[in-house]
């Protein structure tokens, strides 16, 4: 079964909103969670790092006010989208690394449609 | 910088028809090499992850196989139900980032 929700599953919004998509792990606990954007066709591109206890890290390009991350606690991260444009419009996707013998497996949500009109 | 590149970046297979995937890496010290599966509208599912040169991973029609410079997905005797993008990944840098290929987009016809 899915060990990573996601909530909503999609969102249509008008411009200039803000958009709060949640991410949960379900049976464990991760002190970090990644979030990614994907346009049509294209791979997953990683947005930023959110860590538990600590400010989010994010990658070249990605603007961190308009992409809050808070990461409330060992089970949750939320993004929210402010002041929404169209051209944010995308699928966004999370994913929860799992320790398992010293490795990790990393688990996806199942991802947020987000449609700004 | 690491860099993840899939090929070929479509691939029609014929049910039954027997082939690889390519995902080619150059990131320095690979601390792991992922597969996942992504079916439309949906987030990737896992497959494999693979550790060391050598080392090979199976489910069901599907085989991972991971050399120094790159992981090959086979795939046997295909389905229908096999048809989706196929990525791969590596980790890079600290904290588990995920550094993602292009993907290969596999359709299986009856």
């Known amino acids: 079964g899915a060990v990573v929700s996601q909530h909503p599953s999609r969102v249509i919004c008008k411009s200039g909103t803000s958009v709060k998509i949640e991410c949960r792990s379900l049976?464990?606990?991760?002190?970090?969670m990644f979030w990614y954007r994907q346009f049509p066709k294209q791979s997953l591109m990683l947005m930023a790092t959110?860590?538990?206890?600590?400010?989010?890290?994010?990658e070249q390009g990605v603007e961190k006010d308009k992409f809050l991350i808070n990461h409330a606690s060992l089970t949750l991260s939320t993004l929210t989208v402010t002041s929404a444009h169209p051209e944010d419009s995308s699928f966004y996707i999370c994913?929860?690394?799992?320790?398992?013998?010293?490795?990790?497996?990393?688990?996806f949500g199942p991802g947020t449609r987000l449609t700004v009109l | 910088e690491d860099q993840v590149t899939q090929s070929p970046e479509a691939l029609r297979l014929q049910e039954g028809e027997s082939s690889s995937l390519n995902c080619s890496y150059t990131?320095?010290?690979?601390?792991?090499l992922f597969w996942y599966r992504q079916d439309p509208g949906k987030g990737p599912e896992f497959l494999f992850t693979?550790?060391?040169a050598g080392e090979e991973k199976e489910k069901e029609r599907l085989k991972a196989t991971l050399t120094k410079k790159e992981s090959f997905l086979h795939i046997t005797a295909p389905k229908p139900e096999d048809s989706a993008t196929y990525l791969c990944?590596?980790?890079?840098?600290?904290?588990?980032?995920?550094?993602f290929g292009a993907g290969t987009r596999l359709a299986v016809h009856p």
């Open positions: 990131v320095s010290g690979l601390r792991g």
């Open positions: 990944a590596d980790l890079s840098g600290g904290y588990n980032k995920l550094i």
């Open positions: 049976d464990f606990q991760a002190t970090t």
């Open positions: 693979l550790y060391s």
């Open positions: 959110s860590n538990e206890g600590s400010k989010a890290t994010y």
């Open positions: 994913s929860a690394p799992r320790l398992s013998h010293s490795y990790n497996e990393q688990f």
